[in-house]
């Protein structure tokens, strides 16, 4: 089983439908978590309304820094806020497969609520998206070259 990272700047909604998704989708083949750099300290509400629309269960999250698993070894973390590719990850980090998969943020979309919903909506696709091709991929036997250059290029897609 692959254990998989995912993080962004807050750990309240790209990284939490992330994690939704990988644990989901990957059942058997992959582990996921979330953190966050700097954690809000709690999970954005849009996203969970996006996670229960979608299936997918909406407790047990929780907003945590990326210290929180100094001691948990991953084989692979994926960013996915728009900045964090040039964030520093701590070192401990670096013994993992780092991509970056950049998405908008929906939680700082002004406007109506079906319009903020659309744009949660929409980035919740994004995300599955990306996690169904990951998980197409055979992971378990490619090299740390092939699932950097693999999976980044799937975080080159919409």
């Not at 995912?6 to 939490?16: A, D, K, Q, Y």
């Not at 996690?131 to 980044?152: D, F, I, R, W, Y």
Request: hydrophobic content about 40%; overall charge negative; aromatic content about 6%.
């Amino acid at each position: 089983m692959l254990n998989v990272l995912v993080l962004c700047t807050g750990n309240s909604c790209r990284s939490v439908m992330g994690e939704a998704l990988l644990n989901d989708l990957g059942k058997g083949r992959v582990k996921a978590f979330s953190a966050g750099s700097h954690p809000v300290g709690k999970i954005n509400e849009g996203a969970l309304a996006t996670l229960k629309r979608h299936g997918l269960p909406t407790e047990g999250y929780q907003s945590q820094s990326w210290d929180e698993f100094e001691d948990q070894p991953f084989d692979i973390v994926i960013t996915v806020c728009d900045n964090a590719a040039g964030e520093v990850c701590p070192m401990y980090l670096h013994k993992a497969v780092l991509v970056h998969w950049g998405v908008s943020d929906p939680a700082h979309l002004e406007g109506t609520e079906e319009e903020k919903t659309a744009a949660f909506d929409k980035t919740f696709a994004i995300l599955e998206r990306r996690v169904k091709k990951m998980l197409a991929l055979p992971l378990e036997e490619m090299t740390e070259q092939e699932l950097t250059e693999k999976l980044n290029a799937i975080g080159q897609e919409s």
